[in-house]
């Protein structure tokens, strides 16, 4: 959500939601609730939580994640599996651990690895993989996923080998990698009347250039903004109104879904190519525009939120 020089941050998802929560007036936010399904009620849509409420809302937007209700709703497939998956850890230490602000990135046979610190006392550390025999059920066993990831990094500094060392069990995470199929952001909708998709249940990527949880904010700016003018709008009932916003968000949003899920998909493929051509174009020809592409990925303007 820029342009010109830039940097990389790592960021605590907790920190962030606590951050945009604080902004929503006491009450907004109604936790523990999943959506289980949602049905019209003239310009209206009921939705049914799992504790058995019902919620009547004039707009619905899903942000249900990979396997949202509401992008199924509209249409959209099921979010596709790449094949890979992910392990994530994190690690806090009592005193400053010394890192350099950096991101560091390691590839080898059929995975790719980075380590990145979120501020003087936590870092931040992943491993893509291919799953085989030889994993099947770690992702149930922290033990293991550690020792697989201390296996495969074994010959990188000592010191980023000592936060892997360091990060605790019950830290470390493991989940498949989905997307959603390119050509969906054209032969589907991600909007119909008065329901639209963001965040993850819009576009479903792999985290190869770290851009999923941006572009959910950038979605949140320009479907606040395209909604909000539709509102100012005269002469027209209001939800007509509404749903000439969301169309305005869903056309304005579906290229850079289109570029963001085809560009990590494509990245992921190549940094982990197992194949001896891959290898041979990745490490000697492609390695710095693969880290350009990372870059230019995020360096994106969606405008500003206001609506005068």
Not at 259 to 274: D, E, K, R, S
Request: with cysteine.
């Amino acid at each position: 959500m820029c342009s010109g020089e830039q940097e990389i941050r790592c960021l605590k998802r907790t920190v962030l939601l606590e951050a945009l929560a604080r902004e929503l007036p006491q009450g907004t936010i109604r936790y523990s609730s999943k959506l289980v399904h949602f049905e019209g009620s003239g310009n209206y849509k009921l939705l049914h939580l799992a504790d058995g409420t019902v919620i009547k809302a004039k707009i619905l937007v899903g942000c249900d994640g990979v396997n949202s209700i509401v992008a199924k709703w509209l249409g959209l497939g099921k979010a596709a599996y790449t094949g890979r998956s992910t392990m994530r850890g994190f690690v806090s230490y009592e005193h400053k651990h010394g890192y350099e602000h950096k991101f560091w990135q390691y590839f080898g046979e059929g995975f790719r690895a980075g380590i990145l610190p979120c501020d003087e006392k936590s870092v931040y550390w992943f491993l893509t993989y291919s799953p085989s025999t030889q994993t099947a059920g770690m992702e149930h066993d922290p033990s293991r996923m550690k020792q697989y990831v201390k296996s495969k990094l074994q010959n990188i500094d000592e010191n980023i080998q000592a936060a892997i060392h360091n990060t605790s069990s019950d830290t470390i995470f493991s989940s498949p990698l989905r997307y959603r199929h390119p050509w969906e952001f054209f032969t589907r909708s991600i909007s119909k009347g008065n329901v639209c998709v963001a965040g993850d249940a819009f576009h479903p990527m792999t985290p190869d250039v770290g851009q999923g949880g941006c572009a959910a904010l950038e979605d949140a700016v320009v479907l606040a903004r395209c909604i909000g003018r539709a509102l100012s709008e005269t002469g027209v009932e209001e939800h007509k109104r509404i749903e000439m916003g969301l169309a305005k968000y869903a056309k304005e949003r579906r290229w850079r879904g289109f570029q963001l899920v085809l560009t990590a998909y494509l990245v992921g493929w190549i940094q982990v190519g197992n194949w001896k051509v891959t290898r041979f174009f990745r490490d000697k020809f492609l390695s710095s525009h693969l880290a350009d592409l990372l870059l230019k990925s995020s360096d994106f303007d969606c405008g500003k939120l206001s609506v005068l």
